[in-house]
């Protein structure tokens, strides 16, 4: 298995501000997933980040507005941009295990953000 | 797109009993997962099949790539088994990408 870590696990921000989501991996990892949870509604893929790449984003979700970087093995982070209430959801981190893209899909614990 | 559709989206169970989730795919899934979110949030993971059945104490589930299903079955449900469940499916060619149900939000009553 692998632990991810997430920090901040929830925050209050400003329309128009920027919000930076780090996710910490307790090992190193190929693929990091970013998802996005509206209020007890499904989960949604918003992209996937390798080291070394630029991430690359599912229909919905753009680099403007959610930069995403990847700069290793065990490490992201994602950022919301020009921050809306829209915005407000929680945001997981998510990864497989070891050096492959199979197996289980672990997450992180979400980080919660409202947007006033 | 890939849909996953699941069932029921509530459950209200008194404890001691048991029922059933179900999750139904329009297209063909390598894999299944099933979660539960607790009351913090977190996402826990209860199941991973690629095929077959698997139980783990009062919980079991089973997949069916070719007809197209997985369930998820609770016995004997106790209080703090409440909380949300989803099912994840991986198709066969969306390399990692899990799509998710809506989930079950599931109530147990004494």
């Known amino acids: 298995s692998v632990l991810l870590y997430q920090k901040p696990n929830r925050d209050i921000c400003q329309s128009g501000t920027s919000l930076k989501i780090q996710c910490v991996a307790d090992s190193q990892v190929v693929s990091m997933f970013w998802y996005q949870q509206f209020q007890e509604q499904s989960l949604m893929l918003m992209a996937t980040a390798n080291e070394g790449s630029e991430a690359t984003y599912e229909s919905g979700f753009t680099k403007d507005k959610f930069p995403i970087s990847r700069p290793n093995l065990t490490f992201s982070t994602l950022t919301v941009n020009n921050a809306r209430p829209g915005d407000s959801s929680i945001y997981f981190c998510s990864s497989k295990t070891g050096g492959t893209n199979t197996g289980q899909l672990y997450f992180g614990e979400g980080s919660k953000l409202t947007v006033l | 797109g890939d849909q996953v559709e699941q069932s029921p989206s509530a459950l209200s169970l008194h404890e001691g009993t048991g029922s059933a989730l179900r999750c139904n795919f329009t297209t063909t899934m390598r894999a299944v997962q099933w979660f539960r979110k607790n009351s913090r949030g977190s996402l826990i993971n209860l199941f991973y099949?690629?095929?077959g059945t698997k139980e783990n104490g009062r919980l079991k589930s089973a997949f069916d790539s070719k007809e197209r299903y997985s369930t998820l079955h609770i016995r004997d449900a106790q209080l703090e088994d409440s909380g949300t469940y989803f099912c994840?499916?991986?198709?066969?060619?969306?390399?990692?990408?899990?799509?998710f149900g809506g989930g079950t939000r599931l109530t147990v009553r004494p």
């Open positions: 099949l690629a095929s």
């Open positions: 994840a499916a991986e198709a066969n060619n969306a390399g990692a990408k899990l799509t």
